[in-house]
């Protein structure tokens, strides 16, 4: 018996061929599947199969496809989509080049500190005492295939030189010199020095922040703070600042609250008296900091959405994945991947996580019926930065 050709074959034919009983057809078969970026839904399903040789190959090719992904986020995460990189860390359980992953991290972040604190002697301060560009990159070359995996920071106070690739709540008491990517919130009660910090969900805890960066999707609350980039879609409050030498950068999508000032030896309420920090720029309502980063918008894969207790669909292009996938303005998304959305910011962040996976299954209230829609971001690329 000749072997099937899968140059055109359908993507339903090429998983069934999956369990075919012929080796060859397998083969060719998974060979042509993990060229298919647009085959994760189906393939997603496949991982159920009654057919234990389909699941098996349907979950080799998605690691080979899902790698891809990351491998084109972390593209975007080098010219400031940052979001992306820490979304990354919720589906990317197993990195095919850990090496690549935390060179980007640190590429990235050193261009946000450099546009940060643009003072050449402050930069020069934060490679001196703290901030781990050098040392990390010679500690990433070492040893980074060591600690890819889901670390995590409970019962561990003050650690040096960890690298931790996270999903969910992460708790610590304390950390230096390291490198956190969590999709989830950090929750830290003691100092984080040194650092650089990439979150989905914030960042909080009677926590002290020194030489470090933070990037987030959510909101920071800090007990005090200096010589650090602080960048949240979110709010920013932070409990007390002393007035010299403070160089901060604090850039909020919504407010920034400062509860006290230390000036000459002296607390006072802040009152909003920034000219007693020196080194210090506070920016809020900011969508695009720094001109370098941004966070994922419902607009970046072409729809608009309304309302807070039922999120409707207003618009779509033409051309994009939602359109191609069949959805129709007036359509109220209720749910992405089985998890309810209850209004547009979970809308957003559900749709980054599925941006970052390459395929998502959106159900949808329609007509007083339900009905779901398989929507696949394959060859779908993200607005360009305007700087």
Same mark, same amino acid.
């Given at each position: 018996?000749?072997?099937?050709?899968?140059?055109? #074959?359908?993507?339903?034919?090429?998983?069934?061929?999956?369990? *075919?009983?012929?080796?060859?057809d397998?083969?060719?078969?998974?060979?042509? %599947?993990e060229?298919?970026?647009?085959?994760?839904?189906?393939l997603?399903?496949?991982l159920?199969?009654d057919n234990a040789?389909?699941?098996?190959r349907?979950? *080799?090719i998605?690691?080979v496809?899902?790698?891809?992904?990351?491998?084109?986020c972390?593209?975007?995460?080098?010219?400031?989509?940052?979001?992306?990189?820490?979304?990354?860390?919720r589906?990317?359980?197993?990195?095919?080049d850990?090496?690549?992953?935390?060179?980007?991290?640190?590429?990235?972040?050193?261009?946000?500190?450099?546009?940060?604190?643009?003072?050449t002697?402050?930069?020069?301060?934060?490679?001196?005492?703290?901030?781990?560009?050098?040392?990390?990159?010679?500690?990433v070359?070492?040893?980074?295939?060591?600690?890819?995996?889901?670390? *995590?920071?409970?019962?561990?106070?003050?650690?040096?030189?960890l690298?931790?690739?996270?999903?969910?709540?992460?708790k610590?008491n304390?950390?230096?010199?390291?490198?956190?990517?969590?999709?989830g /919130?950090i929750?830290?009660?003691?100092?984080?020095g040194?650092?650089?910090?990439?979150?989905?969900?914030g960042?909080?805890?009677?926590?002290?922040?020194?030489?470090?960066?933070?990037?987030?999707?959510?909101?920071i609350?800090?007990?005090?703070a200096?010589?650090s980039?602080?960048?949240?879609?979110?709010?920013?409050?932070i409990?007390?600042?002393?007035?010299?030498?403070?160089?901060?950068?604090?850039?909020?999508?919504?407010?920034v609250?400062?509860?006290s000032?230390?000036?000459?030896?002296?607390?006072?309420p802040f009152n909003?008296?920034?000219n007693?920090?020196?080194? #210090?720029?506070?920016?809020?309502?900011?969508?695009?900091?720094?001109?370098?980063v941004?966070?994922?918008?419902?607009?970046d894969?072409?729809?608009?959405?309304?309302g807070?207790?039922?999120?409707k669909?207003?618009?779509?292009?033409a051309?994009?994945?939602?359109?191609?996938?069949?959805?129709?303005?007036?359509?109220?998304?209720l749910?992405i991947?089985?998890?309810?959305?209850?209004?547009?910011?979970?809308?957003r962040?559900?749709?980054?996580?599925?941006?970052?996976?390459g395929?998502?299954?959106?159900t949808?209230s329609?007509?007083?019926?339900?009905?779901?829609?398989?929507v696949?971001?394959?060859?779908w690329?993200? /607005?360009? %930065?305007k700087?």
């Open positions: 018996m000749q072997p099937v050709q899968c140059a055109e #074959t359908r993507l339903t034919e090429l998983i069934q061929l999956l369990g *075919s009983k012929e080796y060859q397998r083969e060719n078969a998974s060979r042509a %599947l060229k298919r970026d647009d085959a994760v839904i189906e997603r399903a496949a159920a199969s040789e389909v699941a098996r349907a979950k *080799s998605l690691n496809i899902v790698n891809r992904r990351l491998m084109r972390l593209e975007y995460g080098r010219s400031g989509r940052i979001d992306l990189i820490a979304e990354s860390a589906i990317h359980e197993t990195i095919a850990g090496k690549v992953v935390w060179q980007t991290i640190l590429d990235a972040s050193w261009e946000i500190v450099k546009l940060g604190q643009p003072d002697a402050v930069q020069q301060k934060w490679k001196h005492e703290g901030f781990p560009e050098q040392p990390f990159k010679n500690f070359a070492q040893r980074a295939n060591y600690f890819i995996g889901r670390n *995590s920071l409970d019962a561990v106070k003050n650690v040096r030189l690298t931790i690739w996270h999903s969910g709540i992460l610590g304390g950390v230096n010199r390291s490198l956190i990517v969590n999709a /919130p929750q830290v009660d003691h100092v984080v040194g650092c650089i910090v990439f979150s989905t969900e960042l909080s805890g009677s926590l002290g922040l020194y030489h470090s960066l933070v990037v987030t999707d959510g909101d609350r800090l007990r005090h200096n010589n980039v602080v960048i949240a879609r979110g709010n920013i409050r409990a007390e600042l002393t007035g010299a030498k403070c160089n901060l950068s604090l850039h909020a999508g919504g407010r609250h400062i509860e000032l230390v000036h000459n030896g002296r607390r006072a909003g008296r920034t007693l920090l020196e080194g #210090t720029e506070i920016k809020e309502g900011v969508r695009t900091s720094l001109g370098f941004r966070f994922f918008e419902i607009s894969v072409g729809i608009e959405v309304r807070d207790g039922a999120p669909l207003e618009k779509l292009l051309d994009s994945p939602m359109a191609k996938a069949g959805l129709k303005p007036g359509d109220v998304i749910a991947d089985d998890c309810k959305v209850g209004d547009c910011d979970a809308v962040r559900m749709l980054r996580r599925a941006f970052v996976l395929g998502g299954v959106l949808i329609r007509d007083g019926g339900t009905l779901e829609k398989p696949s971001f394959a060859g690329e993200l /607005p360009a %930065l700087r």
